[in-house]
């Protein structure tokens, strides 16, 4: 069986989830994630360069992943080398956010649906409060501002890894304005 890859846009920039399923790895390699290559983030990076590192990284953990369970906050506290922050009153679920331009910032989301008892994760990019506060609603930035990575290449990148990518809930998403 191979791995499923789900994307969605947020904030009209590349966000991405994985869900692979929880049957195991469809190569001969087993996931060992003290043994993988990750771009660690830096200070002196430009934004293209930043974006495409944390892009970079998601698509390192997701290879090295047997399920989304692996995407644990130590892991990803390791691999984007940031400091994540519990959710309050929510079990095994952690936020870290951080600006990256003075119109855009990032975060990480981890998390477990207490309900439905399913774990996941997201990369997001979304304007900054003072570009909300001096702009228009539902104006946005220039994403080519941050855009290193693009959706398409993301996406060629994943599937060669040997993911698969899920036409309806990518399009689902992008009808509700994921």
């Known amino acids: 069986m191979k791995y499923q890859l789900t994307t969605i846009t947020a904030a009209l920039l590349l966000a991405a989830c994985s869900s692979p399923p929880e049957t195991g790895r469809t190569d001969s390699q087993p996931a060992n994630p003290a043994n ?5 983030m830096s200070e002196n990076k430009t934004p293209l360069e930043a974006q495409r590192a944390l892009l970079t990284n998601v ?3 997701m290879k090295t992943s047997e399920s989304i369970k692996d995407f644990t906050r130590e892991r990803l506290e390791q691999v984007f080398s940031v400091k994540m922050i519990p959710h309050e009153n929510e079990l095994d679920s952690y936020v870290f956010s951080k600006e990256l331009t003075k119109n855009w910032w990032w975060g990480l989301n ?18 900054t409060e003072q570009f909300r506060s001096s702009h228009e609603p539902n104006e946005n930035p220039n994403i080519g501002e941050i855009c290193g990575m693009d959706y398409d290449e993301f996406v060629q990148k994943a599937e060669k890894q040997g993911f698969i990518q899920n036409p309806k809930i990518v399009q689902d998403s992008m009808k509700k304005g994921v």
């Not at 439905?116 to 997001?124: A, H, I, M, S, V």
């Open 36 to 40: 993988k290559e990750t771009v660690k």
């Open 59 to 61: 698509l390192e953990m």
């Open 110 to 127: 981890k998390s477990r649906d207490s309900v439905e008892k399913l774990d996941g994760f997201q990369l997001f990019f979304e304007p």
